[in-house]
Nanobody, 124 residues
Framework: QMQLEESGGGLVQPGGSLRLSCAASGFTLDDYAIGWFRQVPGEEREGVSGASSSGGVIDYADSVKGRFFFSRDNTKNMVYLQMDSLKPEDTAVYYC?????????????????WGQGTQVTVSS
């Protein structure tokens, strides 16, 4: 059974950092494109970052460029989202997702497998 599990969320002050992790079981992550998404209650799920299966293409939402960084460790079958210079507007539930071949890496509708999410709260 293919599963994804996020971890690393929490409460952080503005300007702080968090690193989210996404662990895969039942499949090999580097066979899939991986996306990070976030969602605030009452709003649509927003693409934050995504990477092609080869890792050759990494995309970021304009709102996080220069602050968030995608990486993967194929030996551990995990991907990460390093989040620096966090702002209150980054507060959301963050999800990782795997897709076979999404044409648009930040489009949630093109991903097939999802984790349960981890809460990130940026507040003083």
């Amino acid at each position: 059974q293919m599963q994804l599990e996020e971890s690393g969320g929490g409460l952080v002050q503005p300007g702080g950092s968090l690193r989210l992790s996404c662990a895969a079981s039942g499949f090999t992550l580097d066979d899939y494109a991986i996306g990070w998404f976030r969602q605030v209650p009452g709003e649509e799920r927003e693409g934050v970052s995504g990477a092609s299966s080869s890792g050759g293409v990494i995309d970021y939402a304009d709102s996080v460029k220069g602050r968030f960084f995608f990486s993967r460790d194929n030996t551990k079958n995990m991907v990460y989202l390093q989040m620096d210079s966090l702002k209150p507007e980054d507060t959301a539930v963050y999800y990782c997702a795997a897709g076979v071949f999404p044409k648009r890496l930040l489009n949630s509708y093109e991903y097939d497998y999802w984790g349960q999410g981890t809460q990130v709260t940026v507040s003083s």
